[in-house]
């Protein structure tokens, strides 16, 4: 490789730019993917009926499973929903509006287990928590100052007196509220990272997930609320699988079943213990299962699962016996599954996009000619031009490198269609395959006019005699011309008919050195263009290689539009 040569500094911002932008495409397109997530919440209406939160949707069930209708929580001012939702006696929910407020800067608190700084108090007219109607859409700010946590919170309604009872994740405190939104007490020492509550025989079990255990909290009218026991929920197969973070849990029979994740919060277990807390046994769930929230369900419990767009019936041994799935969660996860597929393309297009800017370098630095350490002394001109013909050719060593590129280009973007199509079939994306059919088209067609036009250059000749020039192009064809009807820049040199393309300063088709002492000193006659001006008699002499590269990337450029515009029709970028 060449390590000697000059870097044009336009080709070396593009060459940044282009990295920078693959590698912002593949980021953000993962992001998109991991933003998808598949069923979380599972919640029970005090009518009995079920409601399964998928992304910014509710889906509501009868208690036994038939579904009846889709809420898009965006309805009642959810742009994004990052907290718990709790019901009301008479339906309605608790739940936090606005969009998602965590900055790089509180995922990195939350990351290193800091506490939120941020205030409770809401920022912005109609974003915290308030209690809405999904029927009317009709909702009233809970409480004044409304709080807003914004971040992972969870929370507990209690119906006989209305207290609201929240954790609040990132503060690492537990809250309670009156039915007004008035915050009546707090526990701020003793709980880390607070996740799921539940009222159970008139005190407050709390998922104390840093902890490792199950807090009890009793309930002392309006004081403070004072922890009575806590239950360690981490027996030693938690801790030999790294399952040791309890998130969710519910009673199911007579039975305690918790969800302990992973320290990334994820694939995580659940565990089983007696009525008094003693281990019993772990589920056996499907391989790579991503359980988070439990729900009792008839004799056993239904348990979602965020990552593989499931929802597994358990019964109350622990046994899986089946998928809980509704036409409506089917039509849901169905979306889900495509916009997921649309992204992972995406994802893949800038990794691909990557991998041609760091070929496209490396092609560059070992096929650059070397720069010469030094130059002899200038020779006289010569009186006189050649009384024969002197032919000039593409320089060897050129002509072997860009034959090795071009068939590497074609090797590389042939792998690439082959990836992309096998990508859309496994993952049954044929909207998808559809839509890559045009770009990829059009870049198969740069390839194959850039391997033609490779190949047609290194055919090419240049012959002076006297006051004459001579081109030859890559068929063989000749056009002669006197001196003063020739013109020529730093990348061509042509005749009122044809065209011979030099190359770059930098990167010559034929040896500049030799060209500059045996030719150049001859063309005092003829006249002297700058790129731009060469580049316009191409065009006008219907160069094919030039006008063929120009359709091509028209074509490419419309068809990747078009594409775009599709799939954004297709698959819109928010639920």
């Known amino acids: 490789m060449n390590l000697n040569v000059k870097v044009d500094g336009r080709v070396a911002l593009l060459a940044v730019a282009l990295a920078v932008i693959a590698v912002g495409v593949k980021v953000w397109a993962d992001g998109q993917v991991l933003a998808i997530g598949g069923p979380a919440q599972l919640l029970r209406a005090p009518s009995g009926d079920i409601y399964i939160q998928v992304q910014n949707h509710l889906l509501q069930h009868s208690a036994q499973g ?31 509006r606005g969009s998602d407020p965590r900055s790089l800067y509180d995922k990195l608190r939350a990351y290193a287990r800091l506490a939120s700084g941020r205030s409770i108090v809401s920022s912005s007219p109609g974003e915290g928590l308030a209690r809405c109607n999904v029927t009317s859409l009709a909702c009233a700010p809970f409480g004044d100052p409304v709080p807003d946590f914004r971040a992972t919170f969870h929370a507990f309604i209690d119906a006989s007196t209305g207290s609201v009872y929240v954790s609040d994740t990132s503060r690492h405190t537990l809250r309670r509220f009156s039915a007004a939104g008035k915050e009546t007490s707090s526990v701020a020492n003793g709980v880390r990272f607070p996740n799921q509550l539940l009222l159970y025989e008139g005190r407050l079990l709390v998922a104390d997930t840093n902890n490792h255990r199950i807090a009890v909290f009793d309930l002392n009218g309006e004081e403070l609320l004072r922890e009575s026991a806590s239950f360690d929920v981490e027996p030693d197969e938690a801790r030999s699988r790294g399952e040791r973070w309890p998130t969710h849990f519910a009673r199911v029979a007579e039975h305690w079943w918790v969800n302990n994740m992973r320290n990334d919060m994820r694939n995580g277990g659940v565990y089983v213990f007696d009525s008094d807390w003693t281990f019993v046994k772990r589920l056996r769930l499907p391989e790579g299962a991503d359980p988070i ?14 990552e593989n767009d499931r929802i597994y019936r358990v019964d109350a041994d622990g046994q899986l016996v089946g998928e809980f799935t509704s036409s409506g969660l089917r039509e849901l996860l169905q979306e889900s599954m495509e916009r997921r597929g649309f992204y992972r393309v995406v994802s893949w297009l800038g990794i691909a996009l990557l991998a041609m800017v760091l070929a496209g370098l490396l092609v560059k630095g070992l096929s650059a000619p070397a720069s010469p350490t030094h130059r002899a002394a200038p020779e006289s001109e010569p009186v006189e031009p050649p009384a024969d013909w002197v032919w000039f050719r593409p320089d060897p060593v050129v002509v072997r490198k860009l034959r090795a590129t071009a068939r590497t280009a074609a090797l590389a973007v042939t792998a690439l269609i082959a990836a992309l199509v096998v990508l859309a079939i496994a993952s049954a994306q044929w909207l998808i395959l559809l839509g890559l059919a045009l770009p990829v088209t059009g870049l198969a067609a740069i390839t194959a006019s850039l391997y033609w036009m490779s190949a047609a250059l290194l055919r090419t000749r240049i012959g002076l005699r006297g006051k004459h020039i001579a081109l030859r192009d890559h068929r063989g064809r000749e ?17 009122p008919e044809m065209a011979v393309v030099l190359g770059g300063p930098h990167k010559s088709l034929y040896d500049r050195h030799q060209l500059e002492k045996n030719l150049v000193p001859y063309l005092d006659a003829a006249k002297k263009l700058t790129d731009w001006q060469m580049q316009l008699k191409l065009i006008r002499l219907h160069r094919p290689t030039t006008v063929l590269l120009g359709l091509v990337l028209i074509t490419c450029a419309v068809t990747l539009v078009a594409y775009l515009t599709a799939s954004w029709t297709v698959f819109p970028a928010g639920p």
């Open 66 to 96: 038939a579904f009846k209708r889709r809420f898009d929580l965006a309805a009642v001012g959810v742009e994004s929903l990052i907290g718990g939702i709790a019901f009301y006696p008479n339906g309605d929910i608790l739940i936090r």
């Open 293 to 306: 929230a439990i729900l009792p369900y008839g004799p056993g419990a239904l348990i979602s699962d965020w």
């Open 479 to 495: 056009s002669r011309s006197p001196l003063h009807r020739v013109v020529y820049s730093d990348s061509a040199i042509a005749t």
